[in-house]
T-cell receptor, first 116, second 114 residues
């Protein structure tokens, strides 16, 4: 089992540029989560998908952020335009979903985003 | 809504010391409880879990017991090692009320010195 795969692992970009983060969940999992982690704010849930449908996007900070899940094996988180305050580590996680007996989450290694 | 409160860190211990990290929760339903660990530069990974009251989760020498009467899930280890240095997150997931999301505590940083 390859686990949750995220790419790129590191991204450095200039303010104003578009950034796309990618995630491949564990095969068979039907829930996917995007988190952001910073020293100041800790771990924040941005958006949550179940069966490829966005269920809760209340954590998305503003309209510059968007996320899609076109199929069960791929999701993207896009920031356009990026700003220095978006610098953080972004994690993707997947789980068996709300109907599972135990729905612990499996996290990817994260994408460290630096916006200059 | 659901919430998780963890003992504030950072926690610094000497090798072979006893570890306790307190965690209490508030939930309207009957949640599953988890401890996750995050090593430097990595994502969170599940350390242990308990799905119902009085269950004890255990892994790698760590233990935690689901106490419904005190709404707690304290993490313990009898003898810590330098390799246990990491950030520990307590979390809950209530399948009946939050549609599969988990609520995480703020994390407790543990440093073990040789």
């Amino acid at each position: 089992d390859a686990g949750v795969i995220q790419s790129p692992r590191h991204e450095v970009t200039e303010m104003g540029q578009e950034v796309t983060l990618r995630c491949k969940p564990i095969s068979g999992h039907n829930s996917l989560f995007w988190y952001r982690q910073t020293m100041m704010r800790g771990l924040e849930l941005l958006i949550y998908f179940n069966n490829n449908v966005p269920i809760d996007d209340s954590g998305m900070p503003e309209d510059r952020f968007s996320a899609k899940m076109p199929n069960a094996s791929f999701s993207t988180l896009k920031i356009q335009p990026s700003e220095p305050r978006d610098s953080a580590v972004y994690f993707c996680a997947s789980s068996w979903g709300p109907q599972a007996v135990s729905n612990e989450q499996y996290f990817g290694p994260g994408t460290r985003l630096t916006v200059t | 809504g659901d919430s998780v409160t963890q003992m504030e860190g950072p926690v610094t211990l000497s090798e072979e010391a006893f570890l306790t990290i307190n965690c209490t929760y508030t939930a309207t339903g009957y949640p599953s409880l988890f401890w996750y660990v995050q090593y430097p530069g990595e994502g969170l990974q599940l350390l242990l879990k308990a799905t119902k009251a009085d269950d004890k989760g255990s892994n790698k020498g760590f233990e935690a017991t689901y106490r419904k009467e005190t709404t707690s899930f304290h993490l313990e280890k009898g003898s810590v090692q330098v390799s246990d240095s990491a950030v520990y997150f307590c979390a809950l997931s209530d399948q009946n009320t939050n549609a599969g999301k988990s609520t995480f505590g703020d994390g407790t940083t543990l440093t073990v010195k040789p």
